[in-house]
């Protein structure tokens, strides 16, 4: 099966810091990548979603200049928090799919800890 | 995106079936039932999707209504390693909105 992988996988920062993660299909292109943040005991939240060349679309709610979203190639996606608070430290996942899958390949998960 | 509503929570024993159930009443034509699962600390896995045929897969088999407004999600022998929140999504486009799931819990 498709293989999506997140690095890092958890990674631990300063408030007011930025730390970017990175999201690639390791054996397939992606032409949409996806953006989730999940806070504990909870379901996932769609962040945005990102087509190879253009600009993220944002869900409601989601600072575009917070979360930047960069999606430069079939295989890359990264996501960078701007200016961490604690309130960011969360689960992010990613995923990915092509325009003819019926399926979202997810990756691992990372997890991010604002002090 | 239409709403689906899963029990909280459900408990199996091991080697045995089971049966996650999943309502969807205000389901369109052009709905796909999605199924994923997600295992402690790991992101979400594909299980199976339908749009008005039972299904089958290595995984699970899917149940769903005639009249499309409610789904099931069969197990057929639940391992320990089934353990874990499962997600009924309906989709429509090209975005999945994930509900609160149904965390299954298998008992040894």
């Known amino acids: 099966g498709a293989v999506v992988s997140q690095h890092p996988s958890r990674v631990i920062c300063k408030s007011g810091t930025s730390v970017k993660i990175e999201c690639r299909s390791l054996?397939?292109?992606?032409?949409?990548m996806f953006w989730y943040r999940q806070f504990p005991k909870k379901s996932l939240m769609l962040m945005a979603t990102?087509?190879?060349?253009?600009?993220?679309?944002?869900e409601q709610g989601v600072e575009k200049d917070k979360f930047l979203i960069n999606h430069a190639s079939l295989t890359l996606s990264t996501l960078t928090v701007t200016s961490a608070h604690p309130e960011d430290s969360s689960f992010y996942i990613c995923?990915?799919?092509?325009?003819?899958?019926?399926?979202?390949?997810f990756g691992p998960g990372t997890r991010l800890t604002v002090t | 995106d239409a709403k689906t509503t899963q029990p909280n929570s459900m408990e199996s024993n091991e080697e045995e079936p089971v049966h996650l159930p999943c309502n969807h009443s205000t389901i369109s034509g052009t709905d796909y039932i999605h199924w994923y699962r997600q295992l402690p600390s790991q992101g979400p896995e594909y299980v199976i999707h339908?749009?008005?045929s039972n299904v089958n897969n290595r995984m699970a088999s899917l149940a769903i209504a005639e009249d499309r407004k409610s789904s099931t999600l069969i197990l057929h022998r639940a391992t320990l390693r089934d353990a874990a929140v499962y997600y009924c999504i309906l989709r429509s486009n090209y975005k999945l909105t994930f509900g609160k799931g149904t965390l299954l819990t298998v008992n040894p």
């Open positions: 990102s087509n190879e060349g253009s600009k993220a679309t944002y």
């Open positions: 339908g749009l008005t």
């Open positions: 054996d397939f292109q992606a032409t949409t």
């Open positions: 995923s990915a799919t092509t325009s003819n899958s019926y399926e979202q390949y």
